[in-house]
């Protein structure tokens, strides 16, 4: 794995330093000279030349830093510039940190060895000026001098590598562990969808065992206990000639049976959500307002629009059991001659209208979930239950009338987004 070069090298380090070194050994230059000849001349130009070569290809030129092959070049002019100035002048030893500092801070490694190579040789010769190399023993100096400063940078050019490679090993193991938590956070978050639409199927289980169990229990009761009070009075009626003064209280106890047997069904049919398991809610509908017809001897046409849609068992519940109310609404106080049922698959809803030609009432005074037997063609308590059910699905409720011109109930209900499961 390559050494990710920094865009930005320390400012002072980069920009700085070498340009204050050059600048005290051209200040010590003109010091110990006795005097301007050509040889300070030459010497003065190579260090403006190094001066301009910094400037040219590195501190001007922020958009190479990071571009290995120009970098290289650098160093490399860098470090033939500073072997002329130490071959003029030893004192020039002192510019070499300027190489140092670019080789580790802008070669990549292992071109980085090279480059702290160069200049250790070059720091080396410098140090080992004052030492005759006219024998052995002074060549063998120059050597051990040089090859001390090889080794020494080298091995600091080695420890920095380390250190490198363990930063960068800490990195991809903050970025590993930084995945990995996205990844956990999506699983808990795909848990958490799962544990919710388990909850939601749990409970729809159980809404739908609790009606189940509610149907039984009024039609094995309150169903059975009704129509044994019928068949009572029905057999008195033919035992016994009913007196004139009995007649009429007699017809309304068993007229008021009747309509409670009736009450009584039809709530065990809204509690059973059997029919939509095997028919959709427009057949449902279809058959619940046949069965209203035939009881009531008033047509209720119904009819469906758009491509239908899924929708959740309790959706369709909810509008079925909307139907059956506002009809049964007509039926008791809307004195109607015209019923229409309509169906609707919107976009993102399902709409469900219930409309008369009945007497109608004025809406203004209704308030809200608040009882309205007052009214006319008003639901008492069954209306708040519908209200409340279909709100309890995100959905909406409207009622729509005026004296003489009939009521309309408007029901709808979102459905779940395309491709999701009911």
């Keep these: 794995m390559s050494r990710k070069i920094p865009q930005q090298p320390p400012f002072l380090l980069v920009n700085v330093v070498p340009y204050a070194l050059l600048v005290l050994l051209v200040a010590i230059l003109v010091i110990m000279a006795d005097g301007v000849d050509g040889s300070l001349l030459v010497d003065l130009g190579l260090c403006g030349l190094a001066a301009a070569w910094m400037l040219g290809m590195f501190t001007l030129r922020p958009g190479w830093w990071g571009r290995p092959r120009i970098m290289g070049m650098f160093v490399a002019g860098l470090l033939v510039l500073t072997a002329v100035l130490v071959a003029r002048q030893p004192a020039f030893g002192l510019f070499t940190p ?79 562990l930084s995945r990995t938590n996205r990844l956990l956070e999506a699983s808990l978050a795909e848990n958490a969808g799962l544990h919710a639409q388990l909850l939601a199927q749990a409970r729809e289980a159980g809404v739908l065992d609790e009606r189940q169990r509610m149907a039984r229990e009024i039609h094995d009761t309150l169903a059975q206990g009704l129509t044994g009070i019928i068949a009572q009075l029905q057999a008195a009626e033919q035992m016994h000639e009913v007196p004139a003064p009995w007649r009429r209280p007699f017809d309304a106890v068993k007229n008021l049976a009747r309509e409670s047997l009736a009450e009584a069904r039809r709530s065990v049919d809204a509690l059973r959500p059997e029919p939509l398991r095997t028919a959709r809610l427009s057949d449902a509908l279809a058959d619940v307002a046949g069965r209203w017809s035939k009881l009531h001897g008033l047509p209720a046409h119904v009819t469906t629009t758009g491509t239908v849609r899924p929708m959740t068992p309790e959706a369709e519940f909810a509008l079925l ?90 029901a709808r209900v979102p459905t779940p987004p395309t491709g999701s499961h009911a």
């Design 98 to 176: 300027a190489a140092y500092i670019y080789s580790f801070t802008v070669l990549r490694w292992p071109w980085r060895l090279l480059g702290v190579s160069g200049a250790a040789v070059l720091a080396g010769t410098a140090q080992a000026s004052g030492i005759p190399r006219t024998d052995a023993f002074g060549v063998a100096m120059l050597v051990t001098i040089v090859a001390f400063n090889i080794v020494m940078m080298c091995a600091c050019a080695w420890v920095l590598r380390v250190a490198e490679r363990e930063e960068e090993r800490r990195e991809q193991t903050l970025e590993e």
């Design 321 to 410: 059991r909307t139907a059956q109310e506002a009809l049964a609404n007509v039926a008791k106080h809307a004195h109607a001659t015209r019923v229409g049922v309509t169906l609707s698959y919107l976009e993102h809803e399902v709409a469900l209208d219930v409309r008369d030609d009945g007497r109608g009432f004025d809406p203004a005074g209704l308030e809200a979930g608040t009882a309205m037997s007052r009214q006319p063609s008003g639901g008492g308590f069954g209306l708040t239950i519908m209200r409340q059910r279909v709100e309890g699905l995100s959905g909406t409720l409207q009622i729509e009338s005026e004296p003489g011109l009939g009521t309309g109930i408007s």
